[in-house]
């Protein structure tokens, strides 16, 4: 038997499902989309039944992809678990009276009927089942009230025989408000005025600022602490000697031995510079991504939960606007900021091809890691503002720019941002970290073989002297149009391999001022590491990374010429 969570977006339908699943919960792609749909198992009366959580919808009458997957997931369902907001039932109701058209068993979780007390509100649960022929059941999914009482009722679930015709669907809602609803006036709590606060331009950016610097905080500190002090150590203690005993095994120096192992330095393994697929392939995306995935998917669920991302979602949502993407979009671009990785499997909060190929475009174009950023500092450090300055208001407007242009040339769709603004709530932590710990399993199974893939690719690239050759190749528009020497040339395009490398090979050259900076703001556009690459491969497909690539090496191309010739009139 299918059970399906059907409710609006907001409703508290994850947390339920996380109530009433196991641990053995599945995340994962609808059949020819990149829309989530996670599954799980409920045991009635020693009977094991799937458990799904439909993604959330307003109507039966679809607008977007995910709710045509989600009209698709109630025709398959044999029993429909309707979740509805107690503190906004006259939302909630509308959805109801359609799924009672599908004429299935059905039964109502009256989520949040602890909040309703607080704002003034009173529903007689008793009569609103009566009305609607449909049994429901108050309960609070944080604490997990009602929830067994809930599951002894699915197998008594019916439908129900209530009639309405279309046009008076509205109406019917009112009435069954009007008898079942009573509001009483209540002042506002501290809770509420925050949630107004938050949303409001004057309080709500400086606001805004606060959460994405804390944000991007924790997760900078989760992650560095994750690989200082677990995954480095247990790469250097417990895999460096099984490395070293393969290394002997097989002769160095030899094809096979660079491609598995890498180069040794002094006799051990560098896990940044070995570049082998056993040990710079495995440290990349399990030390050196892993971490960062792990703390940014927890930041992000304590937002999704809390109640806080709908709010910083419209906060950015004009700007977004007007680069063809919305409010939602300020995730992939603030994780790329720590990591682009994380970064790039964010974009699956997007909807359209569109916003995904915009949004993935502008991150690996615009957007510098930590570990960019921290490099870029390091060449330009010493001049203060005046060079690192120049970098990072380059690379803002080309992120504007870009975007501006990218909304008016990609075909395609970026709907508006339609988005229930909901209370602020405390998080229930059992339910998000499984929720965590299912993301992180799926970046695991479905990320790290792309990031292996690359970087085999990469290496081989390396190894056979092809990278060497497109160097050579490229060197007049070094330069002649970057304004840089004929050496810069090998270092930039190593880049793709590891930017630290490429910086490595920078800074011997004794470049100048104006070379550092348009160096600087190449290295950071023309290509996303091979991390970053691979995933961005698995989450646009072929044909969309091709054009993407082709959009970040002309724009390089233009920005740093245009760049050197600006900085020859200024700096000289």
């Not at 698709?72 to 109801?96: C, F, H, K, Q, Y």
């Not at 440290?283 to 995935?293: F, N």
């Not at 769709?413 to 339910?431: M, N």
């Amino acid at each position: 038997m299918k059970i399906l969570l059907i409710g609006n977006p907001n409703v508290g339908k994850s947390v339920v499902f996380n109530r009433l699943s196991g641990v053995d919960v599945i995340s994962s792609n609808y059949a020819g989309t990149t829309v989530d749909v996670t599954r799980g198992y409920i045991t009635i009366n020693k009977f094991r039944h799937e458990l799904i959580d439909v993604p959330g919808i307003y109507s039966t009458e679809p607008s977007c992809k995910a709710e045509e997957i989600a009209i698709d997931l109630i025709s398959e369902g044999d029993v429909l678990i309707n979740v509805v907001d107690a503190t906004n039932l006259e939302r909630s109701l509308n959805l109801t009276l359609q799924l009672i058209r599908y004429n299935k068993p059905i039964i109502i979780a009256l989520n949040m009927i602890d909040e309703i007390n607080h704002i003034g509100i009173s529903i007689n649960i008793d009569l609103l089942s009566k009305l609607l022929q449909v049994e429901c059941i108050p309960v609070c999914a944080i604490t997990g009230e009602g929830i067994n009482h809930l599951v002894n009722k699915i197998p008594q679930s019916e439908p129900s025989n209530y009639a309405y015709t279309d046009k008076e669907r509205w109406n019917e809602v009112g009435k069954i408000l009007s008898q079942v609803q009573t509001v009483k006036y209540k002042h506002h709590s501290f809770a509420k005025t925050l949630r107004d606060a938050s949303v409001k331009p004057i309080t709500g950016i400086p606001f805004l600022v606060i959460v994405l610097m804390v944000m991007f905080l924790l997760i900078r500190v989760i992650g560095e602490s994750l690989i200082n002090y677990f995954f480095s150590p247990l790469f250097e203690k417990f895999w460096s000697p099984i490395m070293l005993y393969l290394s002997g095994l097989i002769q160095n120096n030899t094809f096979l031995h660079d491609l598995l192992i890498g180069k040794l330095s002094n006799g051990q393994i560098d896990y940044g510079d070995s570049f082998g697929l056993l040990t710079t392939g495995l440290y990349v995306p399990i030390g050196s991504v892993l971490p960062y995935v792990f703390a940014f998917y927890l930041v992000l669920s304590i937002m999704e939960d809390s109640g806080y991302l709908p709010r910083a979602a419209v906060m950015v949502d004009n700007i977004m606007h007007k680069m063809g993407l919305h409010g939602l979009a300020i995730i992939p671009m603030l994780l790329g900021l720590g990591c682009n990785v994380p970064g790039a499997l964010s974009t699956r909060l997007l909807e359209t091809r569109k916003e995904k190929f915009i949004a993935s475009t502008l991150l690996s174009i615009a957007v510098p890691c930590m570990a960019l950023q921290a490099m870029l500092f390091g060449m330009l450090g010493e001049y203060g503002i005046k060079g690192l300055g120049i970098v990072f208001v380059t690379l803002f407007l080309v992120w504007l720019i870009i975007g501006f242009l990218l909304r008016r040339i990609i075909k395609g769709t970026s709907p508006e941002i339609f988005l229930e603004i909901p209370p602020y709530r405390i998080p229930f932590f059992k339910g998000m970290f499984k929720k965590v710990f299912t993301r992180v399993r799926w970046f695991l199974k479905e990320a790290v073989p792309f990031v292996l893939l690359g970087v085999l690719i990469a290496n081989l690239l390396y190894t056979s002297g092809i990278l060497e050759i497109i160097a050579r190749f490229t060197e007049p528009v070094f330069v002649y149009l970057l304004g840089l020497p004929k050496e810069a040339s090998g270092a930039l395009i190593m880049g793709f391999l590891r930017k630290d490398l490429a910086v490595g090979m920078l800074l011997p050259l004794s470049l100048s001022l104006r070379q550092l900076i348009v160096a600087s703001v190449v290295l950071a556009m023309y290509f996303p590491c091979v991390a970053t690459f691979s995933v961005l491969l698995k989450e646009l497909g072929i044909k969309d990374m091709l054009k993407s690539t082709l959009v970040m090496l002309i724009s390089t191309l233009i920005v740093g010429t245009v760049l050197n010739y600006i900085l020859i009139l200024l700096l000289n």
